[in-house]
């Protein structure tokens, strides 16, 4: 695999809005290691090797265990994911699969029922934040394996 594009070789300007809003998730009071579990969850999903490697590292950095990583594909079928992240996953599935999926009702209740108004916002932002870095790394093809914890730290 040749890498395409990097950040560093992409037009200036191109990734100031993204790069922006990850500022603010870092700074938002949203559980930073459960939007880890959500943002390797959706890289999963995906197929994006660059942001498994990335997420699994800071995931495990934060203190998320191998077991919850390596299992959360099957989260529906473990015991050992809360109610609030239950919700989160089910809400990042249902993003990630935007056209198969509606943010139903039942969904969305289930969201309000664990989190805040503005963690509500917060999460979504973050979905869609993973969701296009996973677009992203697919089409430029970056290469996995050599992420540092905090590496992009803003």
Not at 65 to 84: F, G, I, M, N
Request: glycine share 6%.
């Amino acid at each position: 695999m040749t890498e395409r594009i990097t950040l560093q070789t992409a037009p200036k300007g191109f990734a100031d809005g993204l790069l922006k809003s990850e500022m603010y998730l870092k700074k938002s009071p949203l559980d930073h290691k459960l939007l880890e579990l959500v943002k390797y969850r959706v890289s999963q999903i995906n197929g994006c090797a660059y942001c498994l490697d990335m997420h699994h590292k800071e995931a495990t950095a934060m203190g998320e265990t191998e077991q919850r990583l390596h299992s959360v594909a099957a989260w529906r079928d473990c015991p050992y994911y809360s109610e609030k992240e239950r919700a989160a996953l089910a809400f990042a599935e249902a993003l990630t699969h935007i056209s198969q999926r509606d943010i139903d009702d039942e969904l969305y209740a289930s969201l309000t029922k664990v989190f805040s108004t503005e963690e509500i916002a917060d999460l979504t932002l973050g979905i869609a934040q993973i969701n296009s870095w996973n677009r992203l790394n697919r089409a430029f093809q970056t290469i996995p394996g050599g992420y540092k914890v905090g590496q992009y730290s803003l």
